[in-house]
C-alpha cells in the first residue's frame, strides 16, 4: 500500500522539528561549544528544508578556521564565540513568555537575540544597569556609593555608637570582603535563573538591610548588615558586566562597558557630596536612609523595565517523563528520589559556584584578574589616604570639602569611560584590519581579547602608578590641594582604562561564562581591597603618605607592565590552550 502523503508530511515534519530541538540544545548548553566550529542561522531566503537529511547541517553549521590555520578558540571567530540565543519558530513566543521573577510586568519586550534590540533600548538598558551600580557595589567596587558614604560618615560612627576608628574601618573592611565572595554565587544563580531574578531578589535585599543598617544600635549590628547588605547589591558587579556582554556584540561591548561605568562612577562624583551634607546636617543614619529610597527607586526600574536578556536555552523534556516515572514509584523510592534531588539542588547552586574559581589557573585569567587588582589596591589606599590627609592639619578641611576633592579622581574615572572604552574598540578594529582577519563565512572581522592590551594599557600602567607618586608626596609636604587633585585626575583616568579594558577581556575570555569571568574579578581585586582597609591607614600613619604611595605605585608599575607585556607575548598561545582545556 503507498503511504499516506499527509502522514509522511507529518512525520517529516515532527523528524524536523526533534533535529532542530537537538540543534539547539547545543547552543543552549552551558558548556562550550567545539572550538573549530561555529553556528550560523540560515538566511531569510532560503527555504527551510522539509527533511533534516536533504542538508540541514550544512546550512546550520560552517566549519571556521583562524588566520593562523589552527582551530579556534572560544573567543576567535565572529565577535568571538559568543553563545547565540535559541530562535523560536513562532517570533513572537518570547513575548508570550516572559522569563524572569515577574516578568509579565515589564514594560519592556523580551527578544530572541538580544544583540537585535534598538540601539535606544540597549542604551536604555545600559542605564538601568549603570544606575543599579551608582548605588550598590558594581562591576567596579571603588565607585560604589554605599562604601563612600560609610567613609564619609565614619567619625560620626564612631563616636555614636562608640567604638574606635579600627573597629569601625571594619565594617568598610567586611563590607567589601562581603562584595567578594557573593558574586560567585549570583554570577551562578544568574546563569541558571536567569539575569532579571537575580537582580529583583537582590535589590530588594539590599533595601531591607540598608534599612536595618539605618536602624543599628550597636557597632555588631551595624557591621552585620553592612556585610549582608554588600553581599546582596553586589550581583550589579558580575551579573551588570554579563547583562553588557549580553546585549552588545564585540566591536561594541568596550564603548557599551565604559558607559555601564558611568553608572558606579556617580559614587565618588556626589556620595561624598551628599553624604558629607547628609552627616552634617541629620548624622549618619541618614546616609543609610538615602541608600534604602534610592535602592528602592532602581527596584522599581528594574521590576517593569529592564527584561531577560540572558540566551534562551532549549526546553528539557525530562520533567515530564519523570512525572510519568514518579506515579508509579513507591513512598520510599519517592523519598529516595527528593533527597536526592535535594542534593543535586544544593550542590548545583552553592557548592558549584565555587568551581568557578579554578579558571585562575588559566594564564590569562589569572594575569587579567592580577592586573585588575593590583590597580584597585592602590585605588583603595588613595581613597584613604584623601580622607586621612584633608582632614588633618595643614589642611583640616570638614567633611563636604573633603568630599568634594574626591570629584578630580571621579572626573578622570568619568573621562577614561566616556573616550577610554570608544579607544579600546578602535585599537580592536585597527588590528584585525591589520592583520586581515576575517570570518571566512560572514565576511566579519575577527577581534581577539589581546588585542585591548595595545598602547592603551602601557599608557594607563604609568600613567596611574605616576599619579599616584605625584600625589604622595605633594600631600606629604602639604602642597595646594590643586596639584594633588591634578594628581589624583591623571591617576583616576590611568587607572579607569585597566579596569574597563580587564573586564572587558574576561568577558571575551569566557564568553559563554561572562558574569563568571567577572565575578572572579571582583573575588580577587575585593580581597585587595579588603586587606588595603585593613593595613592602609597604619600604614600612612608609619611611614607617610609619600612613601606609602610610593611602594603601592612601584608595585603595580612592575607588575601591570609583567602583565601586559605576559600577554602581549604569549596571549595567543594561552588563549587557544584555554579553548581547548574549556572544551
Not at 460 to 483: D, E, K
Request: with cysteine.
Amino acid at each position: 500500500m503507498p503511504p499516506d502523503p499527509e502522514k509522511t508530511e507529518a512525520s517529516s515534519s515532527q523528524q524536523w522539528k526533534v533535529d532542530k530541538n537537538q540543534a539547539t540544545t547545543k547552543l543552549g548548553d552551558d558548556s562550550y561549544a567545539s572550538s573549530n566550529t561555529s553556528i550560523h542561522e540560515p538566511d531569510q531566503d532560503t527555504p527551510v528544508p522539509t527533511n533534516p537529511s536533504l542538508g540541514e547541517k550544512s546550512h546550520r553549521i560552517s566549519r571556521q578556521q583562524t588566520t593562523d590555520g589552527t582551530p579556534g578558540s572560544p573567543t576567535e571567530g565572529n565577535d568571538i564565540d559568543e553563545p547565540q540565543p535559541v530562535l523560536d519558530e513562532d517570533p513572537e513566543a518570547g513575548n508570550r513568555a516572559r522569563r524572569g521573577l515577574f516578568g509579565r510586568f515589564g514594560i519592556i519586550p523580551e527578544v530572541q537575540n538580544p544583540y537585535e534590540y534598538p540601539n535606544k533600548t540597549k542604551w536604555a538598558l545600559t542605564l538601568i544597569v549603570a544606575l543599579a551600580g551608582a548605588g550598590a557595589p558594581s562591576a567596579d567596587r571603588y565607585a560604589h556609593i554605599g562604601r563612600t558614604f560609610d567613609i564619609a560618615a565614619m567619625s560620626d560612627i564612631v563616636e555614636d555608637l562608640k567604638t574606635t576608628n579600627t573597629v569601625a574601618n571594619l565594617s568598610v573592611a567586611f563590607y567589601m570582603l562581603s562584595m567578594s565572595i557573593f558574586p560567585l554565587w549570583w554570577s551562578a544563580f544568574s546563569e541558571h535563573l536567569g539575569r532579571r531574578t537575580v537582580y529583583i531578589i537582590s535589590f530588594a535585599l539590599f533595601v531591607v538591610f540598608s534599612v536595618l543598617s539605618a536602624v543599628s544600635n550597636s557597632i555588631a549590628m551595624f557591621i552585620a548588615m553592612r556585610v549582608l547588605g554588600g553581599g546582596a547589591a553586589a550581583s550589579v558587579q558580575a551579573v551588570g558586566a554579563g547583562t553588557i556582554a549580553d546585549i552588545f556584540e564585540v566591536h561594541e561591548r568596550g564603548q557599551a562597558m565604559g558607559i555601564f561605568y558611568l553608572g558606579p562612577l556617580l559614587g565618588p562624583l556626589l556620595a561624598p557630596i551628599i553624604g558629607g551634607g547628609l552627616t552634617e546636617g541629620f548624622g549618619w543614619q541618614s546616609t543609610m536612609w538615602f541608600l534604602s529610597i534610592y535602592g528602592a527607586a532602581v527596584w522599581v526600574m528594574i521590576f517593569f523595565c529592564l527584561p531577560e536578556t540572558l540566551a534562551r536555552k532549549a526546553q528539557e523534556t525530562r520533567v515530564a517523563d519523570n512525572n510519568g516515572l514518579a506515579r508509579t514509584a513507591s513512598r520510599a523510592t519517592s523519598i529516595s528520589c527528593k533527597t536526592k534531588q535535594t542534593g543535586v539542588v544544593l550542590r548545583k547552586y552553592f557548592i558549584e559556584p565555587l568551581n568557578i574559581l579554578t579558571y585562575l589557573r588559566f594564564p590569562p585569567i589569572l594575569l587579567t584578574v592580577s592586573y585588575s587588582a593590583l590597580t584597585f589596591g592602590s585605588l583603595f589606599v588613595l581613597n584613604v589616604s584623601i580622607q586621612l590627609a584633608f582632614s588633618s592639619p595643614p589642611y583640616n578641611y570638614g567633611a563636604i570639602v573633603v568630599g568634594l576633592l574626591y570629584l578630580a579622581p571621579s572626573l578622570g574615572y568619568a573621562s577614561a569611560s566616556i573616550f577610554g572604552g570608544r579607544w579600546i574598540d578602535h585599537i580592536m578594529h585597527r588590528a584585525a584590519q591589520k592583520a586581515n582577519r576575517r570570518d571566512p563565512v560572514t565576511g566579519k572581522w575577527i577581534y581577539l581579547p589581546e588585542d585591548r592590551m595595545r598602547e592603551n594599557a602601557y599608557l594607563s600602567a604609568t600613567l596611574f602608578p605616576a599619579g599616584l607618586v605625584v600625589y604622595g608626596w605633594t600631600v606629604q609636604n602639604g602642597l595646594h590641594w590643586a596639584i594633588c587633585s591634578a594628581a589624583t585626575l591623571c591617576f583616576g583616568f590611568g587607572a579607569m582604562l585597566v579596569f574597563g579594558a580587564a573586564t572587558t577581556m574576561l568577558t571575551e575570555f569566557m564568553p559563554k561564562r561572562s558574569s563568571g569571568g567577572v565575578a572572579i574579578n571582583n573575588f580577587v581585586r575585593n580581597i585587595f581591597s579588603c586587606v588595603g582597609a585593613v593595613v592602609g591607614e597604619p600604614m600612612i600613619s608609619a611611614m607617610g603618605h609619600g612613601w606609602s604611595l610610593t611602594l603601592f605605585a612601584l608595585v603595580a608599575w612592575i607588575g601591570g607592565n609583567a602583565c601586559i607585556w605576559s600577554l602581549r607575548r604569549f596571549g595567543p598561545k594561552w588563549r587557544r590552550e584555554l579553548g581547548e582545556k574549556m572544551g
